[in-house]
């Protein structure tokens, strides 16, 4: 059997990996010339990252990463929420990384590059389309200038392309652009002190106004780390179009965030003294796209944001990518023919990731600090008597649970 992947991103990569450990060939075609290190920060959880274990990654990311200890969920007034360890101190057997979008990205590939080869990776090839047959699927890459410059013949095709997907577009197109719910979230990192462990990560505020904090990577010193942060605001009401897809990474302003800062207090971190230190940071519309029927037809299916672009909510982006991947592995290496394995892949995969696209939208288990601040908008003495423990873990675990990455469900599979 052999593979072509569309796509060289976390889950193109991935699938890679996966598939050539289970003894299936592929090859992986990405239409930028080069991949490249991009990106911000990223949490990967730990049910993704036993998987990248499995892969025997773990030493490299721990080269690249820091293993996240705890989360506190805050007010946007600074008040404490909710407390959680994570990773190993919450009872996994491996650690939950905060890590540079890049970097992990970067591990990958390069893994892909040791043990498949170089040449299993081509860049500089955007789809144009695909034919399948019988016996097989054929996909027809051209370059920039839209000169044909190399057609692949497989059993399958993976659609591995994100959120602008082109295969994804070929199976439904009628279904539009992604979906805009009016925020906007400007993202940027820089070396800056460590934080209370130096393992911790912060997320202060609501769905409509949120701000993210943690280390990324080892800083400049021991005393510092290369420190993530992100503002997310709400300045549409999601019923225009998002903005136009070529100023989706553009660099921010910081005339037009900084306002939204001052509405934030983080006792442990001096928010806006991080930000004015950040040399250059990105704006992105938060886009998603509604639930697909299926996500196969014939030879060829979806994997990644390409089949579920999600809210960043809940850690779960990247982390879900990785995933399907093991799963869409583990059903080509089983059946006895490739259609029964995309299936088979569907079935298990799709109800679940639409589930947590749903759960993302309104608001994931961050949705504990909107009950909160709903119920107290001006804030509280002792928050059990605005929502009470068992009802604040309920939001929480049941997030952990929906997504797969509970303690005590990890520890059943």
Excluded at 271 to 280: C, H, K, R, V, Y
Excluded at 315 to 335: K, Y
Aim: net charge neutral.
């Amino acid at each position: 059997m052999k593979a072509i992947i569309v796509g060289g991103g976390i889950g193109g990569l991935t699938t890679a990996l996966m598939l050539r450990s289970r003894g299936i060939s592929c090859e992986l075609y990405e239409q930028s010339e080069t991949i490249r290190e991009l990106g911000v920060g990223i949490n990967t959880l730990p049910h993704a990252i036993r998987e990248l274990a499995g892969l025997g990654l773990l030493d490299r990311l721990d080269e690249v990463a820091i293993r996240t200890y705890e989360l506190f969920y805050l007010t946007r007034h600074g008040q404490q929420v909710w407390h959680e360890k994570r990773g190993l101190d919450a009872g996994h057997d491996v650690p939950q990384f905060s890590v540079h979008r890049g970097r992990l990205q970067g591990v990958i590939h390069q893994a892909v590059i040791d043990r498949l080869g170089a040449d299993a990776i081509r860049t500089g090839c955007r789809l144009g389309s695909f034919t399948q047959d019988e016996g097989g699927v054929s996909a027809y890459f051209f370059d920039r200038s839209g000169s044909h410059v190399r057609t692949a013949r497989g059993d399958i095709l993976i659609g591995a392309d994100g959120i602008h997907s082109k295969v994804r577009e070929m199976l439904f197109p009628d279904e539009g652009g992604p979906c805009w719910n009016g925020l906007m979230l400007w993202r940027g990192a820089t070396d800056w002190p460590a934080f209370l462990t130096g393992r911790s990560m912060i997320i202060a505020g609501g769905l409509n106004a949120k701000a993210v904090i943690y280390p990324i990577a080892p800083g400049s010193s021991p005393a510092s780390r290369l420190t993530n942060w992100a503002v997310l605001v709400r300045i549409g009401d999601g019923s225009s179009t998002p903005p136009r897809r070529e100023g989706w990474s553009n660099l921010g302003r910081r005339d037009e965030m900084m306002p939204y800062v001052t509405g934030f207090t983080i006792p442990q971190v001096d928010f806006a003294g991080l930000i004015n230190a950040t040399p250059e940071f990105w704006e992105y519309p938060c886009c998603d796209r509604d639930p697909l029927p299926y996500w196969s037809c014939g030879r060829v299916t979806l994997l990644g944001d390409a089949a579920h672009p999600m809210y960043p909510v809940g850690s779960n982006g990247a982390s879900q990518a990785i995933l399907d991947a093991r799963c869409l592995a583990d059903m080509l290496a089983r059946a006895e023919h490739p259609r029964q394995a995309l299936a088979g892949y569907e079935r298990q995969r799709l109800p679940m990731t639409a589930d947590i696209v749903a759960s993302n939208r309104r608001g994931g288990p961050e949705g504990v600090i909107d009950a909160v601040e709903q119920l107290a908008p001006q804030g509280f003495t002792d928050v059990d008597t605005i929502l009470n423990y068992e009802a604040r873990e309920a939001i929480v675990r049941g997030y952990a649970a929906r997504a797969g990455f509970a303690a005590r469900v990890v520890a059943r599979q």
